[in-house]
């Protein structure tokens, strides 16, 4: 399974990017997904994940409400829809995948750069 991030960029506090997550080498849809970001001098954390269908989203709590996490199974792509962008958003962010919500994210993507200038 090979997942290939895109779509990071520089943006000023307040804008908006989307992520994708493009996955090959098995069909998304056997997969549940997730984001993750790591700032500078920090450990990776979670971001928002979804299951295989589509449902149970889950959110880190700083960015609930601005974040929105989206999967296309037909196109094999995963998105990650963020808003109302913070300075402490800014980060590398890596999309995963796990083959159940029970295991560990085993694949990963190379990570996209955000940076959220003020």
């Known amino acids: 399974v090979q997942l290939q991030a895109s779509g990071g960029g520089l943006v000023q506090a307040g804008g908006s990017l989307r992520l994708s997550c493009v996955v090959s080498?098995?069909?998304?849809?056997?997969?549940?997904m997730g984001w993750f970001r790591q700032a500078p001098g920090k450990e990776r954390e979670y971001v928002a994940g979804v299951n295989w269908n589509g449902g149970g989203a889950t959110y880190k709590a700083s960015v609930r409400g601005r974040f929105i996490i989206s999967r296309d199974n037909a196109a094999n792509t995963v998105y990650l829809q963020m808003n109302d962008l913070k300075p402490e958003d800014t980060a590398v962010y890596y999309c995963?995948?796990?083959?159940?919500?029970?295991?560990?994210?085993?694949?990963w993507g190379q990570g996209t750069l955000v940076t959220v200038s003020n």
């Open positions: 080498g098995r069909a998304l849809s056997s997969l549940d």
């Open positions: 995963a995948a796990r083959n159940a919500d029970w295991a560990a994210f085993e694949y």
